[in-house]
């Protein structure tokens, strides 16, 4: 870790009730984090609000935003039966703390083994009883009026679509497969603009439960990072999570989802619209990243080759194919 950012991370540690030990550079993508020892050696989670994309909006980051991101996870660590990141006031009894023009935040570090995708049937089954849970509670949550998020809307799916013609015209994807992606995604949007935004079927969600964000200890699933987390469809956060399960343990995630949390009638071809709009809405997070040319036209191939194209040609796939780590 350089001086500079040691620095930075010290200075915000000290508007904190925090004896620190050691600091350690953990990673930057949409916040740079450092993993905190204090003396007695309780670990926490130090977030500073800048990201490595150029494409992260400033509505996730502002400071009503982080505010109601904390008061989420606060009503979710009292409240929800889950093990989330709890957050950590400063010593002016405030969740985010600003110096020098950047917002930081505090957190309890949560433990857990991370994995790089799921391949197996139990811990297929412990994220859908944990998303479960997470959605049972958040349709009986009321925000308080000060609580703003973002939300997963059709829209965001057409900015990406928008920026994938782009890409065509450019020669940076292939024209053959943004005309597949295209399809699959306006598909997808119709199939949202149908659906009501209603308590079982809308609210609060994570909006990245992939695996860098689940964590596996005591023989469940814990969840971290909630810095996507705004209002959408309850399965869109399944959307984003089963490109990671093999297709032959995905069952598994919805068994132990439903018994937590209701799933629609036809939730299986609402869910497949649902993995086409998140991996399409997650694009316009990778277009700010500064090496996405080097991985991202080979990624959205292997998309319109597979589950796209099944989905633009309305074949099922959710429970068949090859996952994209084969």
């Given at each position: 870790m350089s001086d500079a950012l040691e620095l930075s991370a010290r200075q915000f540690l000290s508007f904190y009730p925090v004896r620190v030990q050691t600091v350690e550079l953990v990673g930057q993508s949409a916040n740079t984090v450092?993993?905190?020892?204090?003396?007695?050696?309780?670990?926490?989670?130090?977030?500073?609000?800048?990201?490595?994309?150029?494409?992260?909006?400033?509505?996730?980051?502002?400071?009503?935003?982080?505010?109601?991101?904390?008061?989420?996870?606060?009503a979710l660590s009292a409240e929800a039966g889950l093990v989330v990141p709890i957050p950590v006031k400063n010593g002016d009894g405030e969740w985010v703390t600003v110096a020098e023009g950047l917002a930081g935040t505090l957190l309890e570090?949560?433990?857990?083994?991370?994995?790089?995708?799921?391949?197996?049937?139990?811990?297929?089954?412990?994220?859908?009883?944990?998303?479960?849970?997470?959605?049972?509670?958040?349709?009986?949550?009321?925000?308080p009026e000060s609580f703003v998020r973002p939300a997963f809307v059709g829209e965001r799916i057409g900015q990406a679509l928008t920026k994938l013609e782009g890409l065509a015209?450019?020669?940076?994807?292939?024209?053959?497969?943004?005309?597949?992606?295209?399809?699959?995604?306006?598909?997808?949007?119709?199939?949202?603009?149908?659906?009501?935004?209603?308590?079982d079927h809308w609210g609060l969600i994570h909006g990245d439960a992939i695996p860098c964000n689940l964590l596996f200890a005591a023989g469940g699933c814990r969840l971290i990072?909630?810095?996507?987390?705004?209002?959408?469809?309850?399965?869109?956060?399944?959307?984003?999570?089963?490109?990671?399960?093999?297709?032959?343990?995905?069952?598994?995630?919805?068994?132990?989802?439903?018994?937590e949390f209701w799933l629609p009638e036809?939730?299986?071809?609402?869910?497949?619209?649902?993995?086409?709009?998140?991996q399409l809405e997650t694009m316009n997070f990778w277009l700010g990243l500064p090496d996405h040319g080097e991985w991202l036209p080979g990624h959205l191939a292997r998309l319109?080759?597979?589950?796209?194209?099944?989905?633009?040609a309305?074949?099922?796939?959710?429970?068949?194919?090859?996952?994209?780590?084969e």
């Open positions: 450092f993993k905190v020892t204090d003396m007695e050696q309780k670990r926490y989670s130090l977030r500073l609000h800048h990201s490595k994309s150029e494409g992260l909006e400033g509505c996730w980051t502002d400071l009503p935003a982080l505010r109601s991101e904390m008061m989420w996870l606060d570090w949560v433990e857990g083994e991370q994995k790089p995708f799921i391949p197996h049937a139990d811990d297929a089954g412990r994220i859908g009883r944990m998303l479960g849970l997470l959605h049972r509670y958040a349709s009986g949550w009321m925000p015209e450019a020669g940076q994807v292939a024209a053959e497969d943004a005309v597949v992606l295209q399809a699959a995604g306006q598909r997808a949007v119709a199939m949202m603009d149908t659906l009501g935004r209603t308590p990072d909630f810095g996507a987390c705004g209002f959408g469809y309850y399965l869109f956060d399944l959307g984003w999570t089963c490109p990671y399960i093999h297709p032959s343990f995905r069952k598994q995630l919805l068994e132990e989802y439903a018994a036809g939730h299986v071809e609402l869910l497949e619209g649902f993995f086409v709009a998140a319109a080759a597979r589950e796209f194209a099944r989905y633009a309305g074949e099922p796939f959710l429970y068949g194919g090859t996952p994209y780590w």
